[in-house]
């Protein structure tokens, strides 16, 4: 569990170093984050035969968990519950709460290629002197995608963030 909140800190930190972001920024609720414990599913890199092999678009009518990415290459649209966004190399993006409506369609031609982490999380609080927990019904408090204007920071802690995910071992 541990693993897992250092591995999304590390994400949001580094899209919290990139904020402002051209389009507006926002601050992300510094409650929320001393809060979040997330449980990371899997860390998955997006390319070119991924896109091929499900002809350009990814639809997914109901996510089971959440997903936080950036956008590495390319260019695309996602869309989060019936609300469009373009992507491109340094968009920030993410898909919350569980049980949202996603689609992701990739450019053809220049193909979207992201790095993405699946996860869902809980909120934790204390009731006097018991620490309690709920599971996430609601958004990550910040805009579903962000164009970061210091792009290349935040995909070198994405892409060390795959490597570090990947060449875990069993156990």
């Known amino acids: 569990m541990i693993a897992g909140m250092a591995l999304i800190r590390v994400c949001v930190s580094a899209i919290l170093v990139s904020?402002?972001?051209?389009g507006g920024g926002s601050e992300l609720d510094q409650d929320f984050m001393n809060r979040l414990i997330p449980r990371i599913h899997d860390?998955?890199?997006r390319d070119e035969q991924h896109w091929r092999d499900n002809a350009y678009q990814v639809e997914i009518?109901?996510?089971?968990?959440?997903?936080?990415?950036?956008a590495v290459g390319g260019t695309g649209k996602l869309a989060v519950n019936g609300e469009e966004y373009e992507l491109r190399r340094g968009c920030f993006y993410h898909i919350s709460p569980p049980r949202s409506r996603m689609r992701f369609i990739s450019d053809r031609?220049?193909?979207?290629?992201y790095i993405a982490?699946?996860?869902?999380?809980r909120l934790v609080h204390w009731e006097g002197t018991?620490?309690?927990s709920k599971e996430a019904d609601t958004a990550i408090p910040l805009p579903h995608v962000l164009q970061l204007e210091?792009?290349?920071d935040a995909e070198e802690q994405f892409r060390k963030l795959y490597s570090l995910w990947n060449g875990k071992q069993p156990g």
């Open 19 to 22: 904020v402002p972001c051209s």
């Open 43 to 45: 860390i998955v890199f």
């Open 61 to 70: 009518p109901t996510t089971r968990m959440c997903n936080l990415g950036l």
């Open 109 to 113: 031609d220049n193909p979207l290629l």
């Open 117 to 121: 982490v699946h996860f869902d999380y």
């Open 130 to 132: 018991e620490l309690a």
């Open 150 to 152: 210091a792009e290349a």
